[in-house]
């Protein structure tokens, strides 16, 4: 529903936040973003994937492959200490950069 | 499954990235599709429309490929990655191993045990425990058995006793004629030395100090071949001239001297008993390890025999010590010497009569008894370390068989089974390091403890962790023991097969071989904590025994010291005044029952005894008995709580002026009163001296210890008793803990004369423990490691049942549904572990009646197939077991068949 362009410069963020909660695999994260915008997000897995690497190569991120009981192997992503501070200031200037939107676009007065 | 790694690999063109990297992106590409997969086909999709709608995810491969370039260009593989992979290719292919994999293997070890925390510490320490009970005992192998006695040539230096055992004394200290003639006569030694206690108050340098000495003749050292560290030993015309001249030992010139490198011209002061202070020329420091037949001898002076002395076949008191000639065994010696003794004995027949000689090897002598005692330590320590090593090879099997999933697809991906193999010995040998450097602490912990098992004939026990050989034996020990419980998991890693992968729920039985082994191991577990038990509890019934046996006196509360005299209290005079001060003011301490003192306490020797005649019993003078002599002050017999059977005790009437009065024990009254009563008999100890009129019969005391028979005694006050039995030991009853006395009573002391020295405090209970300590050594550490077995064994059991029991769930679950009840799976449960513990106990009991008759010289008032402790440690056995199995029992009875079966 949203462009590219637009997706583009807030994956990353949305990446990070999901995995602020608790350490979670490629797939689930995909899905999870799909299921809480209500379909309005989706990431492709050729999107996804290569995403998920550039935060772990930025030390963001780290992926680690767990087996867990009953289950199959699966690489686990969580985050780093260094990825929660860039969480933080990325989520600060998100938020700034709505708010400059909204106050230049912001409702007419009469 | 579909293989969604090989469907990646096709179609993603990856740039040149490194092997591990690659792998990476391709597992999990591939996990991500097979989720997509399990969607569709959860969303109700047909398979081949889940497996399209799953290939759609990625349309342009080429695209991502590129992507995923840029993204990971930190891992485009260089020239050298290329080069070391084609390296481990050429290795693989060869069935070699590059280094590389050995590192990653410890690496994943490391991990493994990391993620088992408890396991691992649980088996770390259970090792730690077993590598280093052994690396102790090995400290004590090496001191008491391998060690060579630190003489030249030791095994042709020998001691050759009086053979008395005519009068009790079957190894009794020559006399010094007797010693004379044999060194004049004899024709298998290069030379003979004899040698006696001495002792001296040592002044100057520090407190003073009392130590104990030896008097030697002039060859002493160089009968046994001892060269001196510092200065030279002694030559004939030291033991000639008036010049006293000492020789110090290791230990001595180290605490009081400092190690001073002058000390040899140096004087030192000596206050020897009768004689008064000498100064003494010090000419030379004994070797650090010398030792000979007691570790506490800390000075060697010449020793001087007056004509009278020489001539004396009398008085025995010396230890004489030989060396072989070098043709001579010891058997010829031995002859030898009898032809001797029996020419002695008709030369002399007064005094010589039926006393013969015994040929004693100098390693006998010293080592005794404690080659049985080390040797049955080895077993129990060795037993435990077996024990460990069996539960940690039974837990790793059972983890093994979880993962063997895990090992299948490995060994799909291409590893080969000797690399499987190899990761589980690397992850056993990382755990036996762990235990094995930790282990290493125990050592030193324990020496002061273990150090009272080396006889007193040896050096003192030395640990120490820089020791190469300690080092190695406990590094060897650790390597075998990872091996050891590695050998049963890895043979089976290495056997699992592709095939099991496909079966959802592997069998637990996993294979007839590991079952088997797997219950091989617990039947030996609990086979070796039987045995341990055992032996255990016969030490623990003789230690019972020993404390159980009729003393003859009252051994509690007891305080006791030394008190040796000074010289000046050598006159007979000055003596008496100087105990009763002493006595009067301990008397008056409160808690105090009762003071006195004697000249030799129970246990504290088997001799001190002097030859008797009965009145009214004719008997040749060759004939005459010896009794053990034994003076006290007034209240000696009184304090000590001896029995009354007859009479009355000595007191305060018996003094110088009194008739002489002398008690006796009932061993005398047995053999040579006829009968009769024994009051008011006369005792005589020589021609000339005045005889004693027996005024009471005492239970016998164990004067001479645990060992050995009763021997008549008698028992005489300080006041009427010869001179040459002087009244050195203070015995003080008291009310509660002796222990707390002590301080206040050597203050009395003190105040009475500050220079007096005092040796040897301790209570009675103490002194006597002392002669069972050896055994009570044993016995904890019996204990110890037999509780320790029994709750490793009992863990192995239940973690066996526990794994078998979580294996065949579904089994159960379908007997459950076809209608057996929770009893009959407890039953069928429990009866496989009590199977396994009977065999275990079936084996154990065989082994124990074999090993605890090397026990034997061990024990005391107990057989060592005493079938009260056989029974009570099966039965003990038999429960535990029968508990460690009723925890899995109840959980399988606990199965739900429905959760069971449902789960295919």
Redesign the interface.
Known sequence: MFSAELKKGSSEMLILSLLEARPRHGYEIGKLIEARSAGKLTFALPTLYPTLLRLENRGWIRGRWVEKAGERRRCFYRLTAEGRRVLTEQRKTWEAFIEAVQAVMGPSHA | MRDWELYVRTHLPLPNLTRGREL??V???A??F???YREAVARGMTESDADEFARA??T?WT??AS??GD??G?HVRSPLDRWSERLDDRARQKKGRSPMDLLADLRYAVRLLRKAPVFSIAAIGTLALGIGANTTIFSLVQTILVHPLPYQDPDQVVMVWEDASAAGFPRNTPAPANYRDWRAMNRSFTDMAAATYASANLTGNGAPEVVLGRRVTANFFSVLGVQPLLGRAYTATDGASEARVVVISHALWQRRYGGDPGIVGRTIVMSVERVGDVKHEVIGVAPRSFVFLSREIDYWVPMQFSPEEAATRDSHYLMVVARLKPAVSIEASSSDMRAIARRLSEQYPDTNRGIGTVVVPIREEVLGDTRVQVIALMIAAAAIVLIACANLASLLLARASVRRG?YAVRLSLGATRGRLARQVLVEALCLSAAGGVLGLAIPVLTTAFVERIVPIGLQALTVSIMDWRLLAFAGALSIATGLLFSVGPALQSAHASTADVLQQHARGNAGGRSRAFRDALVVLQVAATLVLLVAAGLMLRTLANLNGVERGFDANNLLTMHVPPMPKYADPIKRPPFYERIIAGVRALPGVRGVAFGSMLPFQSSGNTRVFSVEGRQLLPEDLPDALFRVGTADYLQTLGVTLVEGRLLDARDGADAPRAIVVNETLVRRFMDGQSALGRQIRFGPTEPPFTVVGVVRDVLERGYEQDPKPGVYVSQLQGPRFFPTINLIVRVDGDPRSYAPAVQRVVRQVDPDQPIRLVQTMTDMIGLTVGDRRQQTTLLVVFGALALVIASLGLYGLLAQTVSARRREIGIRMALGATWRNVMRMVMSRGMVLTGAGVGIGAVLAWSVTRAMETLLYGISASDPLTFALVVGLLTVVSAVACAFPAARAARTDPMLVLRDQ
């Open positions: 990476r992106i597992q999990e590409l996990s991500q097979e989720d997509f995810q990625i342009d695209s991502l992507t995923l993204v990971d930190a895990e």
